[in-house]
């Protein structure tokens, strides 16, 4: 598994595994309901993710696997882990949380002594087994869906 900075060119497959890793991954949070899937995926477009990707003050990485995008992550100095999605293809082989590692490292890098993010119900155990606690009550995110707001010291 390599892990790289996201590229332009990449856009498309990042999209692509975002899009798959919600829609099929996360049901335990949205449970196929359009009300709460459809607005999760709406961001998710091609130039969006452009835009993203050029946006200053965070980075993107990619973990790639037999030459295909397994994962991304992104995180900025300001807000912490912006997203940390990987394909159905790759779950279970470590994938998240290599970007996870990755996305830590850049945090120290820029200064930062804690990393928070926001949670899905489907993550949340994930994130505790890597050292995550939560930070605040649970919320409910943009999609409507369970939000758990975590963090770790760096």
């Given at each position: ?20 890793s ?57 807000e ?49 087994t ?25």
């Open positions: 598994m390599e892990i790289r900075a996201a590229r332009q060119d990449d856009a498309a497959e990042i999209c692509l595994v975002l899009r798959r919600i829609t099929e991954l996360c049901v335990a949070d949205h449970n196929n309901d359009p009300q709460i899937l459809d607005p999760w995926l709406a961001n998710k477009t091609l130039e969006n993710l452009h835009a993203w990707i050029a946006r200053a003050g965070q980075t993107y990485r990619v973990a790639v696997i037999d030459d295909q995008i397994a994962g991304v992550g992104a995180v900025s100095a300001t912490g882990v912006l997203l940390n999605y990987v394909s159905p293809d790759f779950r279970y082989r470590g994938v998240s949380k290599a970007l996870m590692a990755v996305l830590e490292d850049w945090l120290k890098e820029q200064g930062q002594v804690v990393c928070r993010l926001t949670s899905t119900a489907t993550a949340r155990l994930f994130y505790e890597i050292g995550y606690l939560p930070d605040g009550e649970p919320q409910t995110g943009r999609s409507g869906n369970p939000a758990f707001p975590m963090k770790k010291l760096l």
